[in-house]
């Protein structure tokens, strides 16, 4: 027969059981507990109250000089962790640079083992990456709707373009841009004398009332004595002069001086060929003979450049407008980061680094932050506005420059060291019958296939 404490001993390891995740209970001596105190354990009220674990959230400020090796060994993740996670960030290689004041947020299970990386590159903008089941981890980038809220400057010239124009408000960045800009037409060292005036439309991307931190230069009118130099960003994220000719040299559709096979297409949906998950694969993989000379395919700053443990040595490319290129799997990097390159120029030979299936040169097209196939897209190859929307292109002309010689009123005057610069919100423009012209083009951009995140008004 069986004693009443072996019975009460079987019934408490039968309950517990079925709890192990929520609570821990342990006996050491059944004898010792009293019949009052047994008392509470015999209901289901004990066991619906049960604490409840939740996972761990965890927050990371990036700080100046953080690497991401060493954060994970902050917070006591394996290095073999990081190294899944870089597997799956190989076709955006969001990971590779990280700002100071990005947050990163790690989620962690019961067991305290990693789940779900977040990275935050900014208010409308995070990438995230969720562990499987059998340890390894995909990568998903989420992004809130946005638009863009517009500025315009004013300034005098008085010394350098590049001091007056950062006096007047404008960055280091949107003054080096807009040199590049006009570095065709006009020589801003030799050229520029004081009290040339010019006029620049700047863009904010915004999601709400939130800016986001990206920016855009919208337009450009610099008056050099008698003559105007004009630069106009169009649908197409390109940028030409009221005539619709192109201020910059148009792309090249090829990386290289001849054309190669293509062994792997531009697919959003692809297969990996060494994983065989579903893993996007945002370019096109050129088999090129290791050694083959690399071209920028336009003019630009070489933004980035690194070596991945996936991608290989690598170079991203920032053109004017809206464009990026990337190339991957390099074997030797021929330039420097913040070079300026012109289309054509060689910038690397191609390779067989990082996780490869063999030689090959693989090449990514970004338009607006998103990839494109770069074979195929819609993409700036002609030197001129096409003559079908050479109409639509004047009149969105004509309204740019409604906005940039609208009349201004004595309280919207600011004036900055030398220069002098109004800022017109779009919202309060008292000009309002350039808005037609406005909504006319608005309206084509926005039933352009994919020009909804060309350029938005």
């Known amino acids: 027969m069986l004693s009443l404490t072996s019975i009460f001993v079987v019934v408490i390891t039968f309950s517990v059981s079925n709890y192990s995740d929520a609570v821990t209970i342990q006996l050491d001596n059944p004898d010792n507990l009293s019949s009052e105190s047994n008392n509470h354990l015999t209901g289901p009220t004990s066991l619906s109250s049960a604490p409840t674990i939740a996972p761990e959230i965890q927050s990371y400020e990036v700080k100046k000089g953080d690497t991401l090796s060493q954060i994970f060994e902050l917070k006591g993740i394996a290095a073999s962790l990081l190294h899944r996670i870089l597997e799956a960030d ?10 100071p004041g990005k947050q990163i947020t790690f989620k962690y299970d019961l067991q305290q083992a990693l ?13 995230t990456f969720i562990r499987q089941d059998d340890g390894t981890f995909v990568a998903q980038k989420r992004e809130s709707e946005t638009h863009w809220h517009s500025d315009i400057t004013r300034g005098i010239i008085h010394g ?31 050229n520029l004398k004081s009290g040339d005036t010019y006029t620049i ?18 337009a450009v009118s610099l008056q050099n004595g008698s003559r105007v130099y004009n630069a106009f960003l169009y649908s197409d994220g390109h940028y030409y002069d009221e005539f619709g000719d192109s201020v910059l040299l148009a792309f090249l559709r090829w990386p290289t001086i001849k054309r190669f096979r293509i062994s792997s297409p531009f697919n959003p949906v692809r297969l ?13 993989d050129i088999a090129t003979p290791i050694g083959t000379p690399v071209l920028s395919t336009g003019d630009g700053i070489i933004s980035r450049i690194g070596n991945h443990p996936f991608a290989g040595k690598y170079i991203d490319i920032n053109h004017n407008g809206s464009f990026e290129t990337r190339y991957l799997h390099l074997s030797k990097i021929l330039v420097k980061k913040g070079q300026i390159v012109k289309r ?26 998103q990839p494109v196939n770069p074979l195929t897209a819609d993409i700036p190859t002609a030197a001129k506005v096409p003559d079908t929307e050479l109409a639509l292109f004047k009149a969105y002309v004509n309204k740019q420059e409604a906005l940039m010689h609208a009349s201004l009123s004595p309280n919207s005057l600011l004036v900055t060291g030398s220069s002098q610069i109004t800022r017109l919100n779009r919202e309060n423009e008292a000009n309002q019958d350039i808005y037609p012209l406005y909504d006319i083009v608005r309206d084509k951009y926005l039933t352009k296939k994919n020009a909804t995140r060309k350029l938005r008004f």
């Open 90 to 99: 190989v076709e955006y290689l969001s990971l590779e640079t990280l700002q």
């Open 115 to 127: 789940e779900v990386l977040i990275l935050h590159i900014d208010v409308a903008r995070t990438m």
């Open 160 to 190: 350098s373009f590049y001091a007056s124009a950062v006096k007047s408000g404008l960055d280091k960045a949107q003054v080096t841009e807009i040199a590049h800009l006009l570095k065709n037409k006009i020589d801003f060292r030799r």
């Open 201 to 218: 439309i700047t863009g904010q991307e915004m999601t709400g009332d939130t800016s986001t931190g990206r920016q855009r230069i919208e």
């Open 272 to 284: 990996h060929p060494i994983t065989g998950r579903q893993s996007p694969h945002n370019g096109v």
């Open 344 to 369: 054509g120029h060689k910038i690397a030979l191609s390779g067989n680094t990082g996780r490869s299936t063999g030689p090959h040169l693989h090449f990514e097209f970004h338009v607006n932050g």
